[in-house]
């Protein structure tokens, strides 16, 4: 869950637009959770009473974070989903906040409400004010793919799971094995043999050793009977 510690130590950021009460309870938050008193300032955060949306989509946001550093995923949901649905935060926040959500659902194996909120992502942007701001959104949104392929290969939807894995871009060589992989075993359940041949060779060049592929390439040519 990448930038979880970033969204904490950010906090302040856009804090002119939280009230005064909201900002000092948040500030009291903070130095609780940074002494270690996570529980105290959760309790604190639950029971203020907030008016405006941004006060409420922003609290709920940091309130998620403390949930989910608590290992009390399911409430890190529901305070998650409270604060993307109120949409009042700025753009970037909003789309870091929807994605740190869908990375808990991931990890919680609620695979439909996980892809849902990755399709969001991808369908939008926030504004980037420089190189590395636009190459970070361009990573984090190449990582949502691969992210929906494998929620797909869980659920065995093996077409929408090899569609997304088509749209994933690789960066070394563990990253293009693993898509590979995820890619191979879908091309074989829906008996796409030709593609299912050519993807084991690309791995049988990272792997010639394994004699597993080498199996799975004769079965691939048999099966269109090359044998």
Do not use: C
């Not at 194996?109 to 959104?137: G, H, I, M, V, W």
């Not at 392929?149 to 094995?177: G, H, V």
């Not at 990272?206 to 390439?217: D, I």
């Amino acid at each position: 869950l990448l930038g979880v510690l970033l969204i904490v130590t950010n906090m302040n950021v856009h804090a002119n637009k939280l009230s005064s009460y909201a900002g000092k309870k948040l500030h009291k938050a903070s130095q609780l959770q940074q002494e270690d008193k996570l529980d105290e300032a959760i309790s604190l955060m639950e029971n203020m009473d907030l008016k405006s949306d941004y006060d409420k989509a922003f609290a709920n946001r940091i309130l998620g974070v403390y949930y989910w550093q608590s290992e009390k995923a399911s409430k890190a949901i529901v305070a998650l989903n409270k604060s993307v649905d109120v949409k009042a935060l700025q753009p970037k926040d909003q789309w870091k906040t929807r994605q740190m959500l869908a990375d808990i659902q991931f990890s919680e194996q609620k695979f439909d409400d996980a892809n849902r909120n990755y399709l969001t992502l991808l369908k939008n942007d926030y504004p980037t004010s420089d190189s590395s701001e636009k190459n970070q959104l361009a990573k984090d949104k190449n990582d949502i793919q691969l992210r929906m392929s494998m929620a797909y290969y869980q659920q065995q939807n093996w077409k929408s799971s090899l569609s997304r894995i088509k749209r994933y871009q690789p960066r070394d060589i563990k990253e293009t094995l693993q898509a590979l992989k995820i890619r191979v075993v879908s091309e074989l359940q829906l008996e796409k043999w030709k593609d299912a041949e050519k993807t084991v060779g690309r791995i049988i060049r990272f792997e010639p050793n394994q004699k597993s592929w080498w199996q799975q390439l004769i079965s691939t040519q048999l099966q269109q009977g090359k044998q």
